[in-house]
């Protein structure tokens, strides 16, 4: 069993010119309850099922099981999945010690562009570059599988 500790930030500025690589990412929930969320992801050339418990208080640690599936069944998978889709392209972006991990997201969620950190502990610190903008650890509305039930096109500014 393992945890992940993750903080999660949105971007503002040019970041991609940083970025030493990317890949698409297409995934979907099988699950998408409070307590327990079942994801299936196609990332590049390989597939992954992945379940993630509910956050602790502050937003930033959760239980989270993954394994490597195949692409073809990942793809059986999706089609069982609930409605809403993410798409995205993932920018990877070393920061000091850390490498940021920054989802530029397509289809409704289109303009959303959100940085991933993950953390050995929840006090740990980092490098934060220019192009980190405001913090949204915890803002369950910035949760992948929440933006497949109510999409950033539908609430955004």
């Not at 991609?16 to 990412?25: F, G, L, N, P």
């Not at 993410?86 to 920054?102: A, L, P």
């Not at 980190?132 to 509305?141: A, F, P, Q």
């Amino acid at each position: 069993m393992a945890w992940e500790i993750e903080r999660k930030f949105l971007v503002k500025g040019n970041y991609k010119e940083y970025a030493y690589t990317h890949e698409e990412i297409v995934q979907g929930y099988l699950s998408s309850v409070k307590e327990r969320t079942v994801r299936v992801r196609i990332k590049g050339e390989k597939a992954y099922i992945t379940i993630k418990g509910i956050s602790n208080e502050s937003g930033i640690s959760r239980f989270e099981w993954e394994k490597e599936i195949s692409i073809n069944d990942a793809r059986e998978l999706l089609k069982l999945c609930e409605p809403g889709i993410i798409d995205k392209i993932r920018y990877y972006i070393k920061s000091g010690k850390h490498t940021f991990e920054v989802d530029e997201f397509n289809g409704e969620n289109q303009g959303l562009v959100m940085a991933e950190i993950e953390l050995s502990s929840e006090n740990e610190q980092f490098e934060k570059p220019d192009w980190l903008g405001e913090e949204v650890t915890g803002d369950l509305r910035y949760y992948n599988s929440s933006l497949t039930k109510l999409p950033y096109s539908k609430w955004q500014l």
